[in-house]
């Protein structure tokens, strides 16, 4: 089942992770020589502790299946003793998973066997912290772009997938509703991805009005999100879209995008015309202590909040108050957050930012914890024994 409980079933394996054949490529040389030893000395039955030194968010199910599929593939049976299920808060330390099999099977497996869960699990916990900032906005995952190859990217969705779920459980999110690519779509219940135009369009038509009439020419009957950013007239640019599909503003069918790069401030603003915004809407948001990055997310270059309030602000004055507001460019926790306390009129966020910036949080360790089930593990690691 995808995390989201869609109850739309996809490919439970990557299809481009190593099998059998190609374990011995990939994985540590050190664990296929113990394989070699455990193979002529004789075999005992092990069972591994996984787990991380940061909280996280369990997202385990690629790693099972990928196990699971190894262990056919070689014809021994392994046990799998989850002790926090898809989703599940984990603390510091505590064994995500405990998994039990023939020494000589599982040693090589330890290194692709880390490479699955770790970086889930941190992704979903980001996933998880974002949508509960901002409940009532829509997530589109949008993290190919930034992944390193097609593991990456199916690990990715699938964290967005599992994190989004829980703020939906926790906190009554909307959450992640969909993704920018076919291939990962069913982690969020849908058959295909989502999206509608890259500046490179813009570029292609010679303005953002003749961009928007070609794609309503073009796909007449889905709703459309016209990006606005690329002539840094976004407010004029915005207007000038929604008076030419005045039908598609009021039936809330028309969007507009924000991805003002941060070298820039969006149109009409500056240092003085943000803090005067974000006094007008939400004056609370700018008092006390922030920190240089919080400012630059409030009234800083780029999309702010007080650019998406701004925004707010012109398309009600003209008339166009179900027109939504989609933004991208960073939206990383951290961001997320702010823009919360900032309480900005969002409706989607397009983001791949909830990926781990800080890679070295991602790995995950495996410890071996006993030998035909006599418990015995390195120094130092016994809290990793069962309870």
């Known amino acids: 089942m995808p995390a989201d409980g869609s109850g739309k079933v996809g490919r439970t394996l990557g299809q481009s992770w190593p099998g059998d054949a190609e374990v011995g490529d990939w994985t540590d040389q050190y664990f296929r020589r113990t394989r070699k030893i455990v193979e002529k000395f004789g075999d005992v039955t092990a069972t591994y502790a996984l787990f991380m030194r940061r909280p996280v968010v369990s997202a385990p199910r690629i790693a099972i299946d990928w196990l699971n599929s190894i262990a056919a593939a ?50 979903a916990y980001n996933a998880y ?36 779920a829980r703020a939906r459980r926790k906190v009554g999110a909307i959450g992640f509703s969909a993704n920018a690519t076919d291939a990962t779509a069913h982690f969020f219940g ?135 507001i989609v933004a991208s460019s960073g939206f990383s926790p951290a961001k997320c957050k702010v823009m919360a306390e900032a309480g900005v009129p969002l409706d989607v966020v397009g983001t791949g930012s909830y990926l781990p910036d800080r890679w070295s949080e991602t790995y995950a360790t495996a410890d071996i914890i006993e030998y035909d089930g006599e418990p015995r593990v390195k120094l130092g690691r016994e809290f990793l024994f069962r309870k």
């Open 129 to 164: 912290t974002m949508c509960a900032d901002l409940p009532k906005v829509t997530f589109l995952a949008m993290d190919a772009r930034h992944c390193a190859g097609t593991e990456m990217a199916e690990l990715m969705a699938y964290a967005a997938s599992v994190g989004s």
């Open 74 to 123: 070689r014809g021994f049976s392994v046990e799998i003793d989850l002790r926090y299920e898809e989703g599940k808060w984990v603390g510091a330390g505590e064994p995500l998973l405990y998994i039990t099999g023939p020494l000589s099977k599982l040693s090589d497996l330890e290194t692709l066997l880390l490479m699955k869960l770790g970086p889930a699990c941190v992704a």
């Open 190 to 324: 849908q058959s295909n991805g989502k999206g509608t135009m890259p500046h490179g369009l813009i570029g292609y038509a010679g303005s953002t009005l003749r961009a928007a009439e070609m794609y309503d020419e073009t796909y007449p009957d889905e709703p459309m999100t016209v990006l606005v950013d690329y002539f840094g007239q976004e407010i004029t640019d915005s207007l000038a879209v929604c008076k030419r599909f005045p039908e598609r503003a009021a039936a809330g069918t028309l969007s507009v995008r924000l991805d003002v790069p941060g070298s820039r401030f969006m149109e009409g603003l500056d240092p003085a015309g943000s803090y005067a915004v974000l006094e007008r809407n939400c004056p609370t948001a700018i008092r006390g202590y922030r920190n240089e990055e919080e400012l630059r997310y409030l009234v800083g270059a780029g999309v702010s909040a007080a650019a998406v309030w701004r925004l707010r602000e012109a398309l009600d004055e003209a008339g166009f108050p179900a027109v939504k």
